[in-house]
T-cell receptor, first 109, second 115 residues
């Protein structure tokens, strides 16, 4: 079992809708979590970081963390075609990131 | 704002050759990480350095070595290249020291192709 699990998708949502991306992690993994967005052939780009239980909002993005359930999610409101990318969940373990396989999001006009 | 710089951006090598990838972290970042991303795969941690010392090691082959220099730039040396080494190699930097969980900022990557 991988330390970080994500639904590989693709997750298809219409423009303007809410996209919900989920991630579960094993109990070995650290308690700091990062969401990165990666376009094909490009480098991961930081979207959000979250360290404590609850919600954290930044613009159209909201990260949610539930340590008891070992679950972290990312909500994207008012999805745009430019949001179409792979979203990587990345808990940190000491000083390295453990990436999930990523969820491919497709936002169609 | 300055970002992480990697060079070269593209590299083509033959099997059994050597390759050197370079990474220049964001100014005042003292921690550097290397990741390998194969086609259709998630990035895999290779190795990290803090203040010029190796701080952690992941799934890095013995054929690979890396170091961080006094100006904090880092080089990843790869010898006896194999076809399976073809991948994107990312460098990331952060301002935190070992054991902290500060944000890592990624460079544009080096695409290595081994023929």
């Amino acid at each position: 079992q991988k330390e970080v699990e994500q639904n590989s998708g693709p997750l298809s949502v219409p423009e303007g809708a809410i996209a919900s991306l989920n991630c579960t992690y094993s109990d070995r993994v650290s308690q700091s979590f990062f969401w990165y967005r990666q376009y094909s052939g490009k480098s991961p780009e930081l979207i959000m970081s979250i360290y404590s239980n609850g919600d954290k909002e930044d613009g159209r993005f909201t990260a949610q963390l539930n340590k008891a359930s070992q679950y972290v999610s990312l909500l994207i409101r008012d999805s745009q075609p430019s949001d179409s990318a792979t979203y990587l969940c990345a808990p940190s373990l000491a000083d390295k990131l453990i990436f999930g396989t990523g969820t491919r999001l497709q936002v169609f006009p | 704002a300055a970002g992480v710089i990697q060079s070269p951006r593209h590299l083509i090598k033959e099997k059994r050759e050597t390759a050197t990838l370079k990474c220049y972290p964001i100014p005042r970042h003292d921690t550097v990480y290397w990741y390998q991303q194969g086609p259709g795969q998630d990035p895999q941690f290779l190795i990290s350095f803090y203040e010029k010392m190796q701080s952690d090691k992941g799934s890095i082959p013995d054929r690979f070595s890396a170091q961080q220099f006094s100006d904090y730039h880092s080089e990843l040396n790869m010898s006896s290249l194999e076809l399976g080494d073809s991948a994107l190699y990312f460098c990331a930097s952060s301002p935190a020291g070992r054991g902290l969980t500060d944000t890592q900022y990624f460079g544009p990557g080096t695409r290595l192709t081994v023929l």
